[in-house]
């Protein structure tokens, strides 16, 4: 089964090493259980590892003194990331979380010359017996985000800034056309590959190329609100991705998709505080609320809201799943027959686009 992969950022690869470590202060004699995190961009980028870092938050929120937490941020991907886990476990860390693809080799290596100490990988696929990975349904919020999208859009051209041809990104983006087709049929949605994950210039041209080809609405799937900003210089309605961004540019701001990381980060550091932790693959949704959508903007007019929270319940429930057949690619050929739902295996090797998406997803 094949998942998703993430690649750090060229403008990150260059960046030193950051550390926080935080702790409470504590009358125990006793030693704070110690956890850690890696981060392939920084914990202030208002997406991606923001959202990470505030489930590192919460952990000491709701642990207290009983734990300490640390992280690495601008960690390049590769197996230099094995002596950042070195130099972890050498400082007494007892369960390390890594938050990118690129991380996954170096943390297998380290897993197993470490079994005392737990491994967590996102968006990874490799486990072992001291080796877990997870992720999340990202896809059906970002269905909920496209019905904002076409909601707002007067023409029905979308315009969407994309990082990388990967399967992640690919069911994605036709997740959002799906969802802006809904809302606005016959919607178009235009992509523009930036090839990073995170470089706030970078997503600002793209997005400028593409308001310059005349989307009125636009959407995202970088880890900066570099998208956001350029929207707001014209007025087009945006939609962000990993957090909630809508402070960037609140007058245009749609809706997004979000993780909330924390429930998860709480429950499997108690776990291995207390001795029940257990390998596993980890695949988060709506439902269980590792997945949601952030608040509307201003502009979203209640009877989208109602639509789209009526679209969400029915994803929690399982009345609805927007893979579900008929579903033709770019070219009008049926890919997924009328009434089959894709698989989970076949969502995460997704390779190719829906009717209605301009743009290779082979990248370029």
Request: aromatic share 10%; with cysteine.
């Amino acid at each position: 089964m094949k998942k998703p992969v993430r690649l750090a950022a060229t403008m990150l690869a260059a960046a030193v090493l950051g550390a926080c470590g935080t702790t409470n202060s504590t009358t125990s004699t006793s030693q704070p259980f110690k956890a850690a995190w890696i981060y392939v961009g920084t914990a202030g980028d208002h997406g991606w590892t923001q959202a990470h870092d505030d489930g590192r938050k919460l952990v000491e929120q709701q642990l207290g003194t009983g734990v300490k937490t640390t992280f690495k941020e601008n960690v390049p991907e590769g197996p230099q990331v094995e002596q950042v886990v070195e130099d972890l476990v050498r400082d007494g860390n007892k369960i390390i979380f890594a938050t990118s693809f690129g991380f996954q080799d170096a943390m297998a290596n380290e897993a197993a010359k470490h079994p005392d100490v737990k491994f967590e990988q996102a968006t990874g696929f490799k486990t072992a017996s001291n080796l877990a990975e997870y992720f999340g349904a990202a896809e059906d919020a970002d269905y909920l985000t496209g019905m904002a999208l076409g909601a707002a859009s007067k023409k029905g051209k979308i315009g969407f800034v994309a990082p990388f041809p990967i399967p992640e990104v690919i069911r994605e983006i036709n997740a959002v056309a799906l969802g802006a087709q809904t809302t606005h049929p016959g919607a178009t949605v235009q992509v523009v590959w930036t090839n990073t994950w995170f470089d706030p210039t970078k997503e600002k041209q793209a997005a400028q190329s593409l308001l310059s080809r005349g989307v009125d609405a636009i959407g995202q799937g970088q880890d900066s609100p570099a998208t956001g900003e350029a929207a707001k210089a014209v007025g087009v309605k945006w939609s962000g991705y990993d957090s909630d961004q809508s402070n960037v540019a609140p007058d245009i701001w749609l809706t997004g998709t979000v993780y909330h990381w924390g429930p998860y980060y709480v429950k499997r550091v108690k776990e291995a505080m207390n001795g029940s932790w257990k390998t596993g693959s980890y695949y988060g949704n709506i439902g269980d609320g590792m997945i949601d959508i952030a608040p509307f903007g201003q502009s979203v007019q209640q009877s989208v809201r109602d639509q789209i929270n009526a679209k969400k319940e029915a994803l929690k429930s399982g009345s609805f799943y927007e893979f579900t057949g008929p579903l033709k690619d770019q070219s009008g050929a049926v890919k997924i027959a009328a009434g089959t739902k894709m698989t989970l295996a076949q969502i995460l090797s997704m390779d190719w686009f829906v009717q209605g998406v301009i743009g290779s997803p082979k990248g370029g």
